[in-house]
């Protein structure tokens, strides 16, 4: 038996595919293929069964969908029960997961795990615990690419890196590897157009700049060859030269940006050596005091000493990472007067950054204002200042006469006492002043620096560091999770030098309450990760609490309009929704994801989904209502000529719609199900058709039934998707079109026409009515009309400009000009993958590959037709659509007994299941199996067969990809 969770969920039996009915029973089968050959907790399957709440007989019934699954696989003791639980007994060879895993720890398996790959893993589970193990088999992937790109040369390399690296621009080190291998085949201007998608989409979509790494990457590109003798060689696909440092040194002085800062400040003295043991100036030691460059308690200009509450700069004797380019901009912010701000989320790293800046320049003024009041924060100034206030002066006035004889002054932690740190910076105008805070003082002349979170790569070392552990595909995970924030990546890698890493990655959804081992030195706000967010929740006023609370019902991004729905459009004080949103971002605690977009950081959401206020039942209520909303809307634009945007919103909307599909009432799911149809029909997202099954349940609507009938057409289950769309009364065009594909692939044409040409209403659907008529006729032989009909599907489609339905219009007179027409055939082809391609319409984009292969083998040489017919493989195993995946089999059945590859075209024939074709197809195929059996004979073709039928379809295709390689190594057709 062979598991599949690289792409579409498959299995694999001795007797061919194994279907599995009950999605209980895939999720049962999926989890335990994860863990082959070792056992399963019960209590681990009920909560993939029923991640919300397991139900009071969830061990009976876990039993029950066992029992049930045992006999769908038909092998005995492949599932058994012991003491620790299910275990599920198969090879780890037999699982493509666990075997890509394997193929990771061979230095030669990079290859051959990069061709396990069909797609995105587990797309049909979307919870835990499927979502850590498809994020964490995607790294993997991601590693193995880069790795076997580095064995091939540079146009191989980028030819393989470049549909990855366009699909995830973000996608750091394969954007840097892609640039490395054009630069190394030729392409530059390529190369840097890699670079500046990549820079654009960390900003757009991330809120980041671009890493030294990348940038450094664009100027050696940039920088002219060295002369060919002098030019080093290096493998192809990696950097083009080594990048410089994205750490900063490990000592606790930052020298580069301190020696840069002490020469923009006059009379400054250099920074000291990072080994010397001596404290910096301004730390340690008592006024007066002899540093190695001088007084420290002296001032400049025989002022106030600087000793005493305020003028330690504060000292950490660990590493600090990957703030250079931060620490250079601050510097560079410093270079003359005023106020510069360093805003960003709790435990970003504020503090740290201004300490390791500004360390080495004597006369620096620090005063800590986290444990101040705002009553207080005046006197603590004057203080670390050393003003000396009397009863009659004004203070501001006598402050900011003292913090001018100090080359700078800081104010750390200010958050909570913002008004009276705007007044005191005003009053400062004249002095350098670095204010750190949660949100920006907002007032004139502030110049701001915004601290994100670290970089993966960085993020990834200082864990591993702190933890002393070996860099892994887990510890990415676990910095991903704790978005990247210094703090509590340091917090984790304290429980992690205990705990191990993999049980710290295992209880991250307790992360609030795990991460509470910081240092006793610390503040104490800073000693767990829970301090850290309820620091910052306490800030907020009731109503800026009470929406951060409803915007935690969120999974993804969302839009002012989509937190004003969950809300009520304005807040329950009255307060407009637009106005408390602008706050949060203020104060980090939500972020801009793109334009128009916004999204609560990860600790955030959990903390305050802790404390979800009385309202939370209706504010998921309005949630569900809310994204219901949204995808009835884009169900319409999906058929206007701005489609391709509908998709995108879509792809961005489906955690939420999970979500709102998951919780919404009975009504709201089949609304969902039936708005989502015709995306998860064309796009072929056989996840979303599978929510059709709530009208089963709920109030039934037509569209929603067609959903899922639409999932049973693609697995193959006929009969079920028939049963499925008769029960929608009345049909509509929806369960037309599905009835329709349903007789077509059984070859009853009159059936089929009859419910495409029913199909009426919107013009996109009176579009795929035509084209379903054009296919039927064009199949029975009655070319001269099936051309008439689809001519007539493309002006229609035209006039609408929707680009599915011209797409799927071209197609459908490609088809019928296929044997009288074929150059013509192959033009329309062409362009309906043309116009699939942008807008995910995977359905068409495959067919049409897949036609255009057929005329090319019809009517040309069968060599490049079978070359080409790799891409149409590729293209049917993304869209995961078992029936029409299988009716293109057929045609490479006849292209390679046409080349020759008898062999292969036997053991292929013998898995493809039988099914009914139409008479030019039953044609062909008989000729093509009399010319098999007339060279091997059939005593041959029987075993050769007989053989297919064990492998199965699925793997019966890899064997014949394999054949088709081999073939065009040997040059035949």
Same mark, same amino acid.
């Given at each position: 038996?062979?598991?599949?969770?690289?792409?579409?969920?498959?299995?694999?039996?001795?007797?061919?595919?194994?279907?599995?009915?009950?999605?209980?029973?895939?999720?049962?089968?999926?989890?335990?293929?994860?863990?082959?050959?070792?056992?399963?907790?019960?209590?681990?399957?009920?909560?993939?069964?029923?991640?919300?709440?397991?139900?009071?007989?969830?061990?009976?019934?876990?039993?029950?969908?066992?029992?049930?699954?045992?006999?769908?696989?038909?092998?005995?003791?492949?599932?058994?029960?012991?003491?620790?639980?299910?275990?599920?007994?198969?090879?780890?060879?037999?699982?493509?997961?666990?075997?890509?895993?394997?193929?990771?720890?061979?230095?030669?398996?990079?290859?051959?795990?990069?061709?396990?790959?069909?797609?995105?893993?587990?797309?049909?589970?979307?919870?835990?615990?499927?979502?850590?193990?498809?994020?964490?088999?995607?790294?993997?992937?991601?590693?193995?690419?880069?790795?076997?790109?580095?064995?091939?040369?540079?146009?191989?390399?980028?030819?393989?890196?470049?549909?990855?690296?366009?699909?995830?621009?973000?996608?750091?080190?394969?954007?840097?590897?892609?640039?490395?291998?054009?630069?190394?085949?030729?392409?530059?201007?390529?190369?840097?157009?890699?670079?500046?998608?990549?820079?654009?989409?960390?900003?757009?979509?991330?809120?980041?700049?671009?890493?030294?790494?990348?940038?450094?990457?664009?100027?050696?590109?940039?920088?002219?060859?060295?002369?060919?003798?002098?030019?080093?060689?290096?493998?192809?696909?990696?950097?083009?030269?080594?990048?410089?440092?994205?750490?900063?040194?490990?000592?606790?002085?930052?020298?580069?940006?301190?020696?840069?800062?002490?020469?923009?400040?006059?009379?400054?003295?250099?920074?000291?050596?990072?080994?010397?043991?001596?404290?910096?100036?301004?730390?340690?030691?008592?006024?007066?005091?002899?540093?190695?460059?001088?007084?420290?308690?002296?001032?400049?200009?025989?002022?106030?000493?600087?000793?005493?509450?305020?003028?330690?700069?504060?000292?950490?004797?660990?590493?600090?990472?990957?703030?250079?380019?931060?620490?250079?901009?601050?510097?560079?912010?410093?270079?003359?007067?005023?106020?510069?701000?360093?805003?960003?989320?709790?435990?970003?790293?504020?503090?740290?950054?201004?300490?390791?800046?500004?360390?080495?320049?004597?006369?620096?003024?620090?005063?800590?204002?986290?444990?101040?009041?705002?009553?207080?924060?005046?006197?603590?100034?004057?203080?670390?200042?050393?003003?000396?206030?009397?009863?009659?002066?004004?203070?501001?006035?006598?402050?900011?006469?003292?913090?001018?004889?100090?080359?700078?002054?800081?104010?750390?932690?200010?958050?909570?006492?913002?008004?009276?740190?705007?007044?005191?910076?005003?009053?400062?105008?004249?002095?350098?002043?670095?204010?750190?805070?949660?949100?920006?003082?907002?007032?004139?002349?502030?110049?701001?620096?915004?601290?994100?979170?670290?970089?993966?790569?960085?993020?990834?070392?200082?864990?591993?560091?702190?933890?002393?552990?070996?860099?892994?595909?887990?510890?990415?995970?676990?910095?991903?999770?704790?978005?990247?924030?210094?703090?509590?990546?340091?917090?984790?890698?304290?429980?992690?030098?205990?705990?191990?890493?993999?049980?710290?990655?295992?209880?991250?959804?307790?992360?609030?309450?795990?991460?509470?081992?910081?240092?006793?030195?610390?503040?104490?706000?800073?000693?767990?990760?829970?301090?850290?967010?309820?620091?910052?929740?306490?800030?907020?006023?009731?109503?800026?609490?009470?929406?951060?609370?409803?915007?935690?019902?969120?999974?993804?991004?969302?839009?002012?309009?989509?937190?004003?729905?969950?809300?009520?459009?304005?807040?329950?004080?009255?307060?407009?929704?637009?106005?408390?949103?602008?706050?949060?971002?203020?104060?980090?605690?939500?972020?801009?994801?793109?334009?128009?977009?916004?999204?609560?950081?990860?600790?955030?959401?959990?903390?305050?989904?802790?404390?979800?206020?009385?309202?939370?039942?209706?504010?998921?209520?309005?949630?569900?209502?809310?994204?219901?909303?949204?995808?009835?809307?884009?169900?319409?634009?999906?058929?206007?000529?701005?489609?391709?945007?509908?998709?995108?919103?879509?792809?961005?909307?489906?955690?939420?719609?999970?979500?709102?599909?998951?919780?919404?009432?009975?009504?709201?799911?089949?609304?969902?199900?039936?708005?989502?149809?015709?995306?998860?029909?064309?796009?072929?997202?056989?996840?979303?058709?599978?929510?059709?099954?709530?009208?089963?349940?709920?109030?039934?609507?037509?569209?929603?039934?067609?959903?899922?009938?639409?999932?049973?057409?693609?697995?193959?289950?006929?009969?079920?998707?028939?049963?499925?769309?008769?029960?929608?009364?009345?049909?509509?065009?929806?369960?037309?079109?599905?009835?329709?594909?349903?007789?077509?692939?059984?070859?009853?044409?009159?059936?089929?026409?009859?419910?495409?040409?029913?199909?009426?209403?919107?013009?996109?659907?009176?579009?795929?009515?035509?084209?379903?008529?054009?296919?039927?006729?064009?199949?029975?032989?009655?070319?001269?009309?099936?051309?008439?009909?689809?001519?007539?599907?493309?002006?229609?489609?035209?006039?609408?400009?929707?680009?599915?339905?011209?797409?799927?219009?071209?197609?459908?007179?490609?088809?019928?000009?296929?044997?009288?027409?074929?150059?013509?055939?192959?033009?329309?082809?062409?362009?309906?993958?043309?116009?699939?391609?942008?807008?995910?319409?995977?359905?068409?984009?495959?067919?049409?590959?897949?036609?255009?292969?057929?005329?090319?083998?019809?009517?040309?040489?069968?060599?490049?037709?079978?070359?080409?017919?790799?891409?149409?493989?590729?293209?049917?195993?993304?869209?995961?659509?078992?029936?029409?995946?299988? $009716?293109? #089999? /057929?045609?490479?059945?006849? =292209? &390679?007994?046409?080349?020759? *590859?008898? +062999? %292969? !075209? @036997?053991?292929?024939?013998?898995?493809?299941?039988?099914?009914?074709?139409?008479?030019?197809?039953?044609?062909?195929?008989?000729?093509?199996?009399?010319?098999?059996?007339?060279?091997?004979?059939?005593?041959?073709? $029987?075993? #050769? /067969?007989?053989?297919?039928? =064990? &492998?199965?379809?699925?793997? *019966?295709? +890899? %064997? !014949? @990809?394999?054949?088709?390689?081999?073939?065009?190594?040997?040059?035949?057709?």
């Amino acid at each position: 038996m062979l598991v599949r969770v690289l792409g579409p969920f498959e299995v694999d039996g001795e007797d061919g595919p194994v279907v599995l009915a009950g999605a209980s029973q895939r999720v049962i089968l999926a989890a335990l293929a994860l863990n082959a050959g070792r056992p399963v907790t019960v209590s681990a399957l009920a909560d993939a069964l029923w991640p919300e709440s397991p139900p009071a007989s969830a061990r009976n019934s876990l039993q029950s969908h066992v029992a049930r699954l045992r006999s769908r696989l038909a092998t005995p003791g492949r599932i058994t029960l012991g003491p620790a639980g299910y275990r599920l007994d198969l090879p780890r060879s037999h699982v493509d997961a666990l075997h890509l895993e394997d193929l990771a720890h061979d230095p030669a398996g990079a290859a051959e795990a990069v061709a396990l790959w069909r797609g995105d893993p587990l797309p049909e589970f979307p919870g835990d615990p499927f979502r850590a193990a498809a994020a964490r088999l995607t790294g993997l992937y991601r590693t193995m690419l880069v790795r076997h790109a580095a064995a091939l040369t540079a146009t191989e390399a980028a030819t393989l890196l470049q549909p990855p690296v366009d699909a995830d621009p973000c996608w750091e080190e394969g954007a840097v590897t892609l640039a490395g291998a054009l630069t190394a085949a030729g392409r530059r201007a390529d190369a840097l157009e890699v670079l500046r998608r990549h820079s654009d989409a960390v900003i757009d979509r991330l809120g980041l700049d671009p890493s030294a790494q990348v940038r450094q990457t664009q100027l050696t590109i940039l920088r002219p060859p060295l002369p060919a003798a002098a030019e080093p060689s290096a493998p192809v696909g990696t950097a083009v030269a080594p990048p410089e440092p994205v750490l900063a040194a490990a000592s606790p002085t930052s020298v580069p940006a301190a020696a840069e800062l002490s020469a923009l400040l006059p009379g400054t003295p250099a920074p000291p050596s990072p080994l010397s043991t001596r404290p910096a100036p301004g730390v340690g030691g008592p006024a007066g005091s002899q540093g190695p460059f001088g007084a420290v308690g002296a001032a400049p200009g025989g002022g106030p000493g600087l000793a005493g509450a305020g003028s330690g700069v504060p000292l950490r004797f660990s590493s600090f990472l990957g703030r250079a380019e931060e620490q250079q901009r601050l510097a560079a912010l410093l270079a003359g007067p005023g106020l510069v701000s360093v805003v960003g989320p709790g435990g970003v790293g504020k503090t740290r950054l201004v300490a390791e800046t500004v360390r080495a320049v004597a006369g620096v003024a620090w005063v800590d204002a986290a444990g101040v009041r705002a009553e207080d924060l005046v006197e603590a100034l004057a203080v670390g200042v050393g003003a000396r206030v009397a009863p009659a002066d004004d203070p501001f006035a006598v402050i900011a006469a003292a913090a001018a004889r100090h080359r700078i002054v800081v104010l750390d932690n200010c958050e909570h006492v913002l008004g009276t740190a705007a007044d005191l910076a005003v009053a400062l105008h004249g002095v350098r002043l670095v204010v750190t805070s949660q949100e920006s003082l907002r007032v004139d002349g502030e110049q701001v620096l915004r601290l994100g979170p670290l970089a993966a790569d960085v993020g990834r070392r200082l864990f591993c560091e702190r933890a002393g552990a070996p860099e892994s595909e887990l510890v990415g995970e676990i910095v991903e999770r704790l978005d990247l924030l210094p703090l509590a990546i340091e917090l984790a890698a304290t429980q992690a030098a205990a705990l191990g890493v993999a049980e710290l990655h295992a209880r991250l959804d307790d992360r609030l309450d795990l991460l509470s081992r910081g240092s006793r030195a610390a503040d104490p706000r800073h000693r767990t990760l829970r301090a850290v967010v309820a620091w910052s929740f306490g800030l907020l006023d009731e109503p800026s609490a009470g929406l951060l609370q409803r915007l935690a019902v969120f999974a993804g991004t969302f839009t002012v309009a989509a937190a004003e729905a969950v809300s009520a459009s304005r807040s329950a004080s009255g307060a407009p929704v637009a106005a408390l949103l602008a706050g949060l971002v203020d104060r980090s605690l939500v972020v801009r994801d793109g334009p128009g977009r916004f999204r609560l950081l990860e600790t955030v959401r959990a903390f305050a989904s802790e404390s979800p206020g009385a309202d939370r039942a209706a504010t998921e209520a309005r949630h569900a209502e809310a994204m219901a909303a949204a995808a009835i809307d884009l169900d319409g634009r999906m058929r206007g000529p701005d489609q391709a945007a509908a998709v995108r919103e879509v792809d961005a909307l489906l955690p939420d719609l999970r979500l709102a599909f998951a919780r919404g009432e009975p009504a709201v799911r089949v609304r969902l199900a039936a708005a989502m149809y015709r995306y998860g029909y064309r796009c072929q997202q056989y996840e979303v058709l599978a929510w059709g099954r709530a009208a089963l349940d709920g109030p039934p609507h037509p569209d929603a039934f067609a959903a899922a009938a639409t999932h049973a057409w693609g697995r193959g289950d006929l009969a079920e998707a028939r049963e499925l769309a008769g029960r929608a009364d009345p049909p509509g065009a929806a369960a037309h079109e599905v009835l329709g594909d349903v007789a077509l692939v059984a070859c009853e044409a009159d059936t089929a026409l009859a419910h495409y040409r029913a199909m009426d209403g919107h013009p996109v659907h009176r579009v795929s009515g035509l084209v379903g008529e054009a296919l039927v006729l064009a199949w029975s032989g009655r070319v001269a009309e099936a051309t008439a009909v689809a001519g007539e599907a493309v002006l229609l489609a035209d006039a609408t400009g929707n680009p599915s339905a011209r797409a799927e219009a071209r197609y459908g007179l490609g088809e019928a000009l296929g044997d009288t027409d074929p150059v013509c055939a192959l033009a329309l082809l062409a362009e309906a993958v043309e116009l699939a391609g942008p807008v995910d319409d995977r359905l068409f984009q495959a067919a049409a590959g897949t036609a255009a292969v057929a005329v090319r083998s019809r009517h040309g040489e069968p060599g490049p037709a079978l070359a080409e017919f790799r891409e149409v493989l590729r293209l049917w195993r993304r869209a995961g659509n078992d029936t029409l995946h299988t $009716a293109a #089999l /057929r045609n490479l059945l006849v =292209l &390679l007994a046409r080349v020759g *590859a008898d +062999e %292969a !075209a @036997a053991v292929l024939d013998g898995a493809l299941p039988v099914a009914a074709v139409y008479p030019a197809e039953a044609a062909r195929l008989r000729r093509a199996r009399e010319a098999v059996a007339e060279r091997l004979g059939s005593e041959r073709v $029987a075993v #050769l /067969r007989r053989h297919g039928e =064990l &492998l199965g379809p699925a793997r *019966a295709t +890899e %064997a !014949a @990809a394999r054949a088709i390689d081999v073939t065009l190594a040997q040059g035949c057709g």
